[in-house]
Nanobody, 127 residues
Framework: QLQLVESGGGLVQPGGSLRLSCAAS????????IGWFRQAPGKEREGVSC????????IYADSVKGRFTISRDNAKTTVHLQMDNLKPEDTAVYYC????????????????????WGQGTQVTVSS
């Protein structure tokens, strides 16, 4: 089974940037589409972004569109989430997750299809 480990979270001021990383091991990660999700205290988990196996298809939640960028390096089995112009409402625990698919361009933010999840990394946006 694929193991996922997130890193890069922390405390940042509004307008600042962070780069989250999701390192995959235990299986050939390029068979997997990868998604980022977040959960704020008292709120339901929500999809943030996803990227297809070949990196050619990406989806973003409306709340982060234009500010966040997802990318993947299959050679290094790592997926990154570059977060710019961060806002207090971006404060949450961020999780990466993966699901296997035969489709190179498949990508979804439906959390029900994701089978492998990381432990999460805290992002706090505050002055």
């Amino acid at each position: 089974q694929l193991q996922l480990v997130e890193s890069g979270g922390g405390l940042v001021q509004p307008g600042g940037s962070l780069r989250l990383s999701c390192a995959a091991s235990g299986f050939t990660s390029d068979y997997y589409a990868i998604g980022w999700f977040r959960q704020a205290p008292g709120k339901e988990r929500e999809g943030v972004s996803c990227i297809s196996r070949n990196g050619g298809n990406t989806i973003y939640a409306d709340s982060v569109k234009g500010r966040f960028t997802i990318s993947r390096d299959n050679a290094k089995t790592t997926v990154h989430l570059q977060m710019d112009n961060l806002k207090p409402e971006d404060t949450a625990v961020y999780y990466c997750a993966a699901y296997s698919t035969f489709l190179q361009g498949a990508c979804t933010m439906d959390s029900r299809v994701f089978r492998s999840w990381g432990q999460g990394t805290q992002v706090t946006v505050s002055s």
